[in-house]
Antibody
Framework: QVQLVQSGAEVKKPGASVKVSCKAS????????IHWVRQAPGQRLEWLGW????????KYSKNFQDRVTINRDTSANTAYMQLSSLRSEDTAVYYC????????????WGQGTLVTVSS | EIVLTQSPATLSLSPGERATLSCRAS??????LAWYQQKPGQAPRLLIY???NRATGIPARFSGSGSGTDFTLTISSLDPEDFAVYYC?????????FGGGTKVEIK
């Protein structure tokens, strides 16, 4: 069965960076895309960007373009999302989700990773 | 950016009642709209994609309709497990965006 398992919770100071991993199993990793979505406390879901796990192409939300980097390691069936210059407003649960392609809905989700930004 | 506005913010209903949730887009998304259910501490669960297609394993009491800018999610008879928050999401334009959610609570 398709599974996306994310890395554990992180606590970071303002200005730092965080890197969250998403390990895929149960399907051919390079045949699908991985998207990243976050949810701040009490807020709506917010899309950060996506990666074509096959060729590595990426696209980012303009809201995060200067601060987010998404990449993947095909040998480990794992995608990564790095967010830099963290501020308190970045405190959120970060999810990875599998998609058919770039513009997609999301059938499979990771369990979420809580990132807390606090001095 | 396409803004999705969901209404009402909260819906108070009893088990067995019919729930009707609305999602309005700031510009046409044709039929590229999905609905998700989210319970506390869990990831969203895909219910409906491309306006009216039920995702695998989703009960028939969930149905979606609409096109262009106005969409509806209907739960024909609320089961106790259906009390949750529901989000819509468009995949027509970049960036992908989500609505603000409708909380379906027990009356």
């Amino acid at each position: 069965q398709v599974q996306l398992v994310q890395s554990g919770a992180e606590v970071k100071k303002p200005g730092a960076s965080v890197k969250v991993s998403c390990k895929a199993s149960g399907y051919t990793f390079t045949s699908y895309a991985i998207h990243w979505v976050r949810q701040a406390p009490g807020q709506r879901l917010e899309w950060l960007g996506w990666i074509n796990a096959g060729n590595g192409d990426t696209k980012y939300s303009k809201n995060f373009q200067d601060r987010v980097t998404i990449n993947r390691d095909t040998s480990a069936n794992t995608a990564y999302m790095q967010l830099s210059s963290l501020r308190s407003e970045d405190t959120a649960v970060y999810y990875c989700a599998r998609a058919e392609d770039s513009k997609s809905h999301f059938m499979y989700w990771g369990q979420g990773t809580l990132v807390t930004v606090s001095s | 950016e396409i803004v999705l506005t969901q209404s009402p913010a909260t819906l108070s209903l009893s088990p067995g009642e019919r729930a009707t949730l609305s999602c309005r887009a700031s510009q046409s998304v044709t039929r590229y709209l999905a609905w998700y259910q989210q319970k506390p501490g869990q990831a969203p669960r895909l219910l409906i994609y491309d306006a009216s297609n039920r995702a695998t394993g989703i009960p028939a009491r969930f149905s979606g309709s609409g096109s262009g800018t106005d969409f509806t999610l209907t739960i024909s008879s609320l089961d106790p497990e259906d009390f949750a928050v529901y989000y819509c999401q468009q995949r027509s334009n970049w960036p992908l965006t989500f609505g603000g959610g409708t909380k379906v609570e027990i009356k």
